[in-house]
């Protein structure tokens, strides 16, 4: 048995990060609420720069700190929104049918991103279901926190969490597929046994060339 685990964000989806969390501010329950979420994100973009070069994890914690405050019932509602409002329109052309092409193969299909895991479910109902490895945010009583729940899924710590999955499921890691886009998977992809670049960024597809990694571009149609 096997899995093959898809990053989301430039991977299946054009979008990053940032845009469904903007999604988020800009939908608070009054104009007042959303002006001081803005301004606080705002104040907080030269340090979330400076760390989405250096350390995903520390830029993840930086992002998610916005959602503070935010309630749990909120934070679920918006989430069908997010979906068909930021994700669903900038699905890339071919990306169902490499899902498909996976689940035919008789794979388990697994996302992984370090997006939340509201949304995260929501691409995986998209594509047909599957298991979700993605960011939680932590909640007391209902209210987010604004801290996030370990493991963060980000940078090199995705690669030790899709390892513990794939022991946990009794799955083969040499027979594995991962499919990413970013250098910044490369420990992700190296823990399977057929890593795999989707519309990849400059050094991955340097990477991926010089070690014969299959390279797909899901920007045209299937």
């Known amino acids: 048995m096997a899995a093959c685990y898809f990053d989301i964000d430039g991977t299946l989806v054009r979008t990053n990060l940032v845009q469904p969390t903007l999604y988020y501010l800009l939908n608070q329950g009054t104009p007042v609420q959303t002006a001081l979420r803005l301004g606080k994100a705002l104040f907080k973009a030269p340090r979330m720069a400076y760390a989405e070069i250096l350390d995903r994890r520390t830029f993840n914690e930086l992002l ?111 027979e594995c597929f991962a499919f990413s886009d970013s250098y910044s998977d490369v420990p992700m992809l190296s823990v399977v046994g057929h890593p795999a670049a989707v519309n990849p960024d400059k050094r991955l597809a340097l990477l991926a060339k010089a070690y014969s990694w299959p390279l797909f571009d899901l920007t045209l149609p299937a």
């Open 64 to 174: 998610y700190s916005a959602y503070a405050g935010m309630s749990e019932d909120r934070l679920a509602l918006l989430a069908d929104e997010v979906f068909d409002a930021v994700l669903k329109p900038a699905l890339y052309p071919a990306a169902q049918s490499l899902v498909d092409k996976s689940r035919a193969a008789g794979h388990e299909v697994v996302f992984v991103s370090g997006a939340l895991d509201w949304i995260v479910r929501r691409v995986a109902e998209h594509f047909g279901g599957g298991g979700v490895i993605a960011n939680r945010l932590e909640l007391k009583a209902g209210i987010a926190t604004g801290k996030l729940l370990k493991p963060v899924v980000a940078g090199p710590e995705k690669a030790r969490i899709v390892r513990d999955h794939a022991r946990a499921q009794g799955y083969d890691l040499d």
